[in-house]
């Protein structure tokens, strides 16, 4: 399984952005899709996750109310609908997959900036 994550940028406190990432190669071996972010000088953290095939969805509670995950299972794409950005927000944002529930999470894509200024 490959992840290509993409949509991160620069926005301003209040604004939006939709990060996506996109799965290739065996995607019938995933079982959910999470994103994680880091920012510098801390631990990568997790944001949020969604089944592959049944759409539930996890969130950090530093996320809810705010940022929305999604899937489109015809284009092997998950997305990061992320709203009203807190400059907290700014982190490199990656996408994983877990190959079965509580196997952890055994693929990684790239990660994507993303910046939220003040």
């Known amino acids: 399984v490959q992840l290509q994550a993409s949509g991160g940028g620069l926005v301003q406190a209040g604004g939006s952005l939709r990060l996506s990432c996109a799965a290739s190669?065996?995607?019938?071996?995933?079982?959910?899709v999470g994103w994680f972010r880091q920012a510098p000088g801390k631990e990568r953290e997790y944001v949020a996750a969604?089944?592959?095939?049944?759409?539930?969805?996890y969130y950090d509670d530093s996320v809810k109310g705010r940022f929305t995950i999604s899937r489109d299972n015809a284009k092997n794409t998950v997305y990061l609908q992320m709203n009203s950005l807190k400059p907290e927000d700014t982190a490199v944002y990656s996408c994983?997959?877990?190959?079965?529930?509580?196997?952890?999470?055994?693929?990684w894509g790239q990660g994507t900036q993303v910046t939220v200024s003040s």
């Open positions: 190669g065996r995607t019938f071996g995933i079982s959910r």
């Open positions: 994983a997959a877990e190959p079965r529930l509580g196997a952890g999470w055994y693929y």
């Open positions: 969604i089944t592959w095939s049944g759409g539930r969805t």
